[in-house]
């Protein structure tokens, strides 16, 4: 079974551009969810997908949005990227909500870098 | 609030010593808690999770993790380090919010392990 992929893997933008990450999950999970990782501020959790609606979001700014396509993909995009947008950004995907019994599956990230 | 505190966000163990990450939660209800690793430029894996049943977990590359309840504790452990096991560790619990749950991560813990 193929593992969560994730789109780019690498991205370098500048400040004020935007962005859109990718992310397709396990075959058959529902919920994808999506978060930042950087290194003083550990995992910080951005928003999670369940069936194209979105059931969680975390503390931040409106530039942060995503949605989820019928078939579980999930995109991100992040509009007037600021220096500190640089970070890892990674996508989770598991068959229940996350929060539920059940694992959570990582990607092995997007590393975006804002110039 | 819900919250989960890894106490030390580094530490460092000899090869073959005994490694313990601890993990310290507040929950609104029972929780479901998890332990996940990231190696070097990949995403998460779930180590361990408790849900219900027996409190002391056992998942894999030898680790194992207790849930105390009276503590609010659930202390990763492994008897003897191997240098492999230098990564980042990440404890989540899975708090009620409104009517679904919603996982709580805390900052990680970095093991370094030296020969």
């Known amino acids: 079974k193929a593992g969560v992929t994730q789109t780019p893997r690498y991205l370098i933008k500048t400040r004020g551009q935007q962005v859109t990450l990718s992310c397709s999950p396990i075959?058959?999970?529902?919920?994808v969810s999506w978060y930042q990782q950087t290194p003083g501020q550990g995992l910080q959790f951005l928003f999670e997908?369940?069936?194209?609606?979105?059931?969680n979001k975390g503390n931040f700014p409106g530039r942060f949005s995503g949605r989820q396509f019928s078939n579980s993909r999930s995109e991100m995009n992040v509009s007037t990227l600021e220096l500190g947008d640089s970070a890892l950004y990674l996508c989770?995907?598991?068959?229940?909500?996350?929060?539920?019994?059940?694992?959570?599956?990582f990607g092995p990230g997007t590393r975006l870098t804002v110039l | 609030a819900q919250s989960v505190t890894q106490l030390g966000s580094h530490v460092s163990v000899s090869e073959g010593a005994l490694v313990l990450l601890r993990c310290n939660y507040s929950?609104?209800?029972?929780?479901?808690l998890f332990w996940y690793v990231q190696y070097p430029n990949q995403g998460l894996q779930l180590l361990l999770k408790?849900?219900?049943?027996a409190t002391l977990v056992k998942g894999i590359n030898g680790f194992e993790a207790e849930f105390k309840k009276s503590e609010t504790s659930f202390h990763l452990t492994k008897p003897s380090a191997h240098m492999s096991d230098a990564a980042e560790y990440f404890c989540?619990?899975?708090?009620?919010?409104?009517?679904?749950?919603?996982?709580?991560w805390g900052l990680g813990t970095s093991l370094a392990v030296n020969p």
């Open positions: 989770a995907s598991s068959l229940a909500l996350a929060g539920a019994r059940d694992e959570q599956f």
């Open positions: 075959s058959g999970h529902r919920s």
């Open positions: 997908y369940f069936s194209e609606t979105q059931r």
């Open positions: 929950s609104s209800v029972p929780p479901y």
């Open positions: 408790y849900t219900t049943g």
């Open positions: 989540a619990v899975s708090d009620k919010a409104g009517n679904n749950r919603k996982l709580i």
